[in-house]
């Protein structure tokens, strides 16, 4: 009986640890890696959205849903306290998602637009559950074919806003040519954009600023994604670690964030402001300000602002980069990929 018992924990945890990780696959599949707040915040609405199917299921079926969540037989007698609960808890966590949905809107929300605001988290709800269902089967799969054909899977954290998309797609390009990276714009294969299109076709009102296609490039073994917060990039190792830092240092300039404090948010939009690029987003700015006593400024607010050690280091070779740039140095890794160019024509 003790080994009975000491099977079943084990089963327990085992089953809790593949869930927790198929819920991290399931929100870095469809919004990419997400910090802090928000990201428990979004594996809570998916984990949520997951079970929710299952909550619908148990009102024809209250004894089957009963076992699929709580792994326990339940006798015929607790049918119906079994379906008044499932009702409830089918209409709750939509409602649930509304308010949260309506909470993370920017700007102030009156409290008279809440009970219509709360409607939104019913097909909230169905695409966070269907895009989860996709990912429950394809994000395993790829996750295996990566390792058996020995290519490694890294995230660049990078913060694209719905209005800068298609303006930090442009970048990538951009820094792609210059650094040479062996990739091109490619048609998005289907384990992208399936998630992305559920979420845009079922909840379009809950999630505006979801892109329905996501960029992509793609040549050989070598995979490049733009999600809403990061960049996925999947191939060989040594293909990966440099396209990581040659993205890295090429999309320093903006337009994308890569930090994730509001604060620190903040200092990075001024140090975009101060690069010396004539066709940046931030070239407006940049102009009504002295680019040296600017930095100057950030390096003092660095020191004084509270901010998470992970955004100062960004923050800080950003500055870094920003100095090098002022002072006509060209920057490292574009530096040696063209020496290499160089010697190339050369031969």
Not at 56 to 65: C, E, H, N, R, Y
Not at 233 to 260: M, N, Q, S
Not at 322 to 332: C, F, M, Q, T, V
Request: glycine share 6%; with cysteine; aromatic share 10%.
């Amino acid at each position: 009986m003790a080994f009975v018992q000491i099977v079943l924990a084990w089963l327990g945890r085992s089953l809790g640890s593949l869930l927790n990780t198929l819920f991290g696959w399931a929100v870095l599949a469809m919004f990419g890696r997400t910090f802090g707040k928000e990201h428990v915040l979004l594996t809570l609405l998916t984990a949520m959205a997951a079970f929710w199917p299952l909550l619908l299921l148990g009102i024809p079926f209250p004894t089957v849903a009963g076992y699929l969540i709580a792994f326990l037989p339940f006798p015929k007698m607790a049918s119906e306290f079994l379906r008044a609960l499932w009702i409830t808890l089918a209409v709750a966590v939509p409602l649930f998602f509304g308010v949260v949905l309506t909470r993370m809107r920017p700007g102030r929300v009156a409290w008279s637009e809440y009970p219509r605001r709360m409607l939104i988290g019913f097909p909230a709800a169905a695409a966070l559950a269907g895009g989860f269902l996709v990912v429950l089967f394809t994000a395993p799969f790829l996750r295996l074919l990566s390792l058996w054909r020995r290519r490694e899977e890294l995230h660049v954290p990078l913060v694209a806003e719905p209005e800068r998309y298609e303006a930090i797609s442009d970048q990538i390009d951009r820094a792609i040519r210059e650094y040479r990276i062996p990739a091109e714009r490619a048609e998005p294969p289907t384990w992208l954009t399936l998630p992305f299109h559920i979420l845009v076709k079922l909840g379009r009102q809950a999630f505006p600023g979801i892109v329905a296609q996501p960029s992509y490039w793609r040549q050989g073994q070598l995979e490049i994604a733009l999600y809403p917060h990061d960049i996925l990039i999947r191939g060989p190792r040594r293909r990966v670690a440099w396209t990581r830092g040659a993205l890295a240092e090429g999309l320093a300039c903006g337009p994308g964030l890569a930090t994730v404090g509001p604060a620190a948010q903040e200092i990075e939009r001024r140090l975009h402001a101060l690069w010396d690029e004539p066709d940046a987003p931030e070239a407006g700015a940049r102009r009504m300000q002295d680019p040296r006593e600017g930095l100057r400024r950030v390096v003092i607010d660095l020191r004084t602002q509270p901010i998470d050690t992970e955004d100062w280091q960004i923050l800080y070779r950003k500055a870094e980069q920003l100095r090098h740039a002022l002072e006509g140095d060209p920057l490292l890794l574009r530096l040696s990929e063209e020496e290499k160019e160089t010697k190339d024509r050369s031969a």
